[in-house]
Nanobody
Framework: QVQLVESGGGLVQPGGSLRLSCVAS????????MSWFRQRPGKERELVAF???????TRYADSVKDRFQISSDNETHTSLQMNGLKPEDTAVYYC?????????????WGQGTQVTVSS
């Protein structure tokens, strides 16, 4: 049974950092595209970043480029390091997975973890 569990969210001040973790069970991620999406209050879910594990290629939303970094151990752990957090980064962050070498739209989702950036 494919399952994704996120952790690491919380309350942080502007300019601070958080590291989100996504642990996969029921599969290993070596042939998957692993992604992070977020849903800000009143907004639709949007892509934050993804990593194509067979190649190591990554892609980021313009709004987080140079501040966030996605990484994967190609086994069970995918992380999102978030630096220089801004109030507009406040959202529920979701981990996603799809067995693919190019398609980042998730076939499986985690339950989400809340990130709140506020002073």
């Amino acid at each position: 049974q494919v399952q994704l569990v996120e952790s690491g969210g919380g309350l942080v001040q502007p300019g601070g950092s958080l590291r989100l973790s996504c642990v996969a069970s029921g599969f290993t991620t070596g042939k998957y595209v692993m992604s992070w999406f977020r849903q800000r209050p009143g907004k639709e879910r949007e892509l934050v970043a993804f990593i194509i594990n067979v190649s190591g290629k990554t892609r980021y939303a313009d709004s987080v480029k140079d501040r966030f970094q996605i990484s994967s151990d190609n086994e069970t752990h995918t992380s999102l390091q978030m630096n220089g957090l801004k109030p507009e980064d406040t959202a529920v962050y979701y981990c996603g997975a799809r067995r693919s070498s190019y398609n980042y739209e998730p076939a499986n989702w985690g339950q989400g973890t809340q990130v709140t950036v506020s002073s």
